[in-house]
Every structure is written in structure tokens, then in C-alpha cells.
């Protein structure tokens, strides 16, 4: 199985930053995609970024100039980092991945189990 564990959730005022940390365990041969999804209360969990493997990122609109994702793939781990962050920020983010395990055939989607991120007006 493979375990997706986030941290860097926390409290900040409006246009503050905060670094997210999602590090992925397992016997993992490979991960093709490493994103972030976030679910403001009463809402549905939407996607904020994904960062492919070759290098390749995509944004939500909402985010675009202020979120920046990373990858260190050596240690299969994925990083969100928010700046000008604004109280529409505010809600659980989730990392997901595209997980090959070894011996596998094919990928498989993991969750973490979220971590909060509130911003202040």
C-alpha cells in the first residue's frame, strides 16, 4: 500500500504564505502525477495543481501567480507553496498521486488525509 502524509497546514493572515509538504511511502516503483486538491467547507474538493513527472504543471485559474508546485522525486515528495494567500484559500487540502507500486502493472490513485489551511481577513 502506499501512504500520501501531508503537513505545512496552519493559520495566516491574508496575504501571508504557507509551504504544503505531501511525502508519499510505500513500495512505490513510480509516480506519474502528484497534485493538490482543496474542499472549502460545504463545497466540493477541487483541484488546485498537478505536476507531472516529465515536469510538467498545471494551475487552477484561482491560483495561477501565487501557488507553485514541486516535486523532489528521489524522495517521491510534492510540495505547495502559497503565497498572497487570500481567505478563499481557506479550506482542507487534500494530495493526491499516480502511484505505480513495484510489481504492478498499473497505477493506482491515492488520498492523503488532508490538512487545513485557514486564512485571515
Known amino acids: 500500500q502506499v501512504q500520501l502524509v501531508e503537513s505545512g497546514g496552519g493559520l495566516v493572515q491574508a496575504g501571508g504564505s504557507l509551504r504544503l509538504s505531501c511525502a508519499a511511502s510505500?513500495?512505490?516503483?513510480?509516480?506519474?502525477?502528484m497534485g493538490w486538491y482543496r474542499q472549502a467547507p460545504g463545497k466540493q474538493r477541487d483541484w488546485v495543481a498537478f505536476?507531472?513527472?516529465?515536469?510538467?504543471?498545471n494551475y487552477a485559474d484561482p491560483v495561477k501567480g501565487r501557488f507553485t508546485i514541486s516535486r523532489d522525486n528521489a524522495n517521491n515528495t510534492a510540495y505547495l507553496q502559497m503565497n498572497s494567500l487570500k481567505p478563499e484559500d481557506t479550506g482542507v487540502y487534500y494530495c493526491?498521486?499516480?502511484?505505480?507500486?513495484?510489481?504492478?502493472?498499473?497505477?493506482?490513485?491515492?488520498w492523503g488525509q488532508g490538512t487545513q489551511v485557514t486564512v485571515s481577513s
Open positions: 505536476h507531472y513527472s516529465g515536469g510538467t504543471t
Open positions: 510505500g513500495r512505490i516503483s513510480s509516480i506519474s502525477l
Open positions: 493526491n498521486a499516480n502511484v505505480r507500486l513495484m510489481g504492478a502493472l498499473r497505477s493506482l490513485e491515492y
